[in-house]
């Protein structure tokens, strides 16, 4: 009877080991497992930003200016064209470019090449699907263009091409994705400027809903800009601006980072307050993103 108890307790610990040692090997496995799909899809979603941006750029060059549209976009890659400069011969030493061409020495001349057949030609996928997150939950991107004022004062068009990591890793651990954002994100926050001087920087929601409240003295006249950068701005994301007689200046849902807010001249004296919020509740969470000029701090860089 012993030895049979015996025997039974063996195999049960041999279960129990056996079932211990599978939970190790998955618990150390499963990060590394999910830290090389995010890399893959990181990857694949960096791809494709590229190649917005390389239609972008395109389509700059032929309209001279940039598009916020997606089905502008996939028209121009289908049907449009670049202005490839062709050119023979050589410029004398004792000649300028110029007087060569005048007398025949060089000749140049443009020709126009179809979009599709040369910048993208390499693509795998059928153009109208450029839109797309190319992973995940096949979310679109989101993409905008806007003017924005530079500090040696010159207007400059921008373009930005956006999503959330939230996007790119859906249907892999959520846990792991919240340790990800948590571990490894700057996450969207504002910057904040009086009269053209930095008041606040970095002023972020970083856990849950909020709100966060920020509270600063202000003079009437006095202008207030604020700059919404890094991050993802989604879900329900709001920046609102209260004044002193604790009524809504500024009502901001899902801010754009490419579209700066700035105030008239404030109408009153007293404590003003930037409210930050998130009505959904997964915190304010980053993004990857390409552009000629974009703010965002993100794996994909800035790469004009």
Same mark, same amino acid.
């Given at each position: 009877?012993?030895?049979?108890?015996?025997?039974?307790?063996?195999?049960?610990?041999?279960? @129990?080991?056996?079932?211990?040692?599978?939970?190790?090997?998955?618990?150390?496995?499963? =990060?590394?497992?999910?830290?090389? $799909?995010?890399?893959?899809?990181?990857?694949?979603?960096?791809?494709?930003?590229?190649?917005?941006?390389?239609?972008?750029?395109?389509?700059?060059?032929?309209?001279?200016?940039?598009?916020?549209?997606?089905?502008? *976009?996939?028209?121009?890659?289908?049907? !449009?064209? *670049?202005? +490839?400069?062709?050119?023979?011969?050589?410029?004398? $030493?004792?000649?300028?470019?110029?007087? #060569?061409?005048?007398?025949?020495?060089?000749?140049?001349?443009?020709?126009?090449?179809?979009?599709?057949?040369?910048?993208?030609?390499?693509?795998?996928?059928?153009?109208?699907?450029?839109?797309?997150?190319?992973?995940?939950?096949?979310?679109?991107?989101?993409?905008?263009?806007?003017?924005?004022?530079? !500090?040696?004062? +010159? %207007?400059?068009? +921008?373009?930005?091409?956006?999503?959330?990591?939230? %996007?790119?890793?859906?249907?892999?651990? $959520?846990?792991?994705?919240?340790?990800? %954002?948590?571990?490894?994100?700057?996450? #969207?926050?504002?910057?904040?400027?009086?009269?053209?001087?930095? @008041?606040?920087?970095?002023?972020?929601?970083?856990? !849950?809903?909020? =709100?966060?409240?920020?509270?600063?003295?202000?003079?009437?006249?006095?202008?207030?800009?604020?700059?919404?950068?890094?991050?993802?701005?989604?879900?329900?994301?709001?920046?609102?601006?209260?004044?002193?007689?604790?009524?809504?200046? @500024?009502?901001?849902?899902? =801010?754009?980072? *490419?579209?700066?807010?700035?105030?008239? =001249?404030?109408?009153?004296?007293?404590?003003?307050?930037?409210?930050?919020?998130? &009505?959904? !509740?997964?915190?304010?969470?980053?993004?990857? #993103?390409?552009?000629?000029? &974009?703010?965002?701090?993100?794996?994909?860089?800035?790469? $004009?």
């Amino acid at each position: 009877m012993n030895k049979i108890v015996g025997i039974i307790l063996k195999v049960v610990l041999l279960a @129990l080991c056996i079932v211990l040692g599978y939970y190790i090997v998955a618990g150390i496995k499963k =990060p590394i497992d999910f830290e090389s $799909e995010r890399e893959r899809r990181f990857e694949m979603t960096k791809q494709r930003l590229i190649d917005i941006r390389t239609a972008q750029v395109a389509y700059r060059a032929w309209y001279g200016e940039f598009t916020p549209s997606f089905d502008s *976009l996939i028209n121009f890659i289908n049907h !449009g064209h *670049l202005r +490839v400069i062709y050119s023979e011969g050589e410029v004398p $030493e004792d000649k300028t470019e110029s007087q #060569a061409l005048k007398d025949g020495d060089i000749t140049r001349d443009t020709i126009l090449v179809p979009v599709k057949d040369s910048l993208f030609k390499h693509i795998k996928y059928d153009v109208k699907d450029i839109v797309y997150i190319p992973c995940g939950n096949k979310a679109k991107f989101t993409m905008d263009t806007a003017t924005v004022l530079t !500090g040696s004062g +010159v %207007n400059v068009k +921008v373009f930005e091409a956006r999503c959330s990591y939230w %996007n790119i890793l859906d249907g892999l651990d $959520e846990q792991l994705i919240v340790n990800y %954002n948590a571990a490894k994100l700057q996450r #969207a926050h504002v910057d904040i400027y009086l009269n053209g001087n930095i @008041l606040k920087d970095n002023l972020s929601l970083t856990n !849950g809903k909020g =709100p966060l409240n920020y509270k600063f003295e202000a003079k009437k006249g006095d202008i207030l800009s604020i700059n919404y950068t890094s991050g993802a701005w989604s879900h329900e994301n709001l920046v609102n601006l209260i004044g002193p007689d604790k009524k809504y200046i @500024l009502k901001e849902h899902n =801010p754009n980072p *490419l579209k700066p807010w700035e105030s008239k =001249p404030l109408e009153q004296d007293g404590e003003y307050i930037i409210q930050l919020l998130d &009505t959904y !509740g997964d915190g304010w969470y980053g993004s990857m #993103a390409v552009g000629s000029l &974009t703010e965002a701090n993100n794996n994909a860089g800035n790469w $004009e």
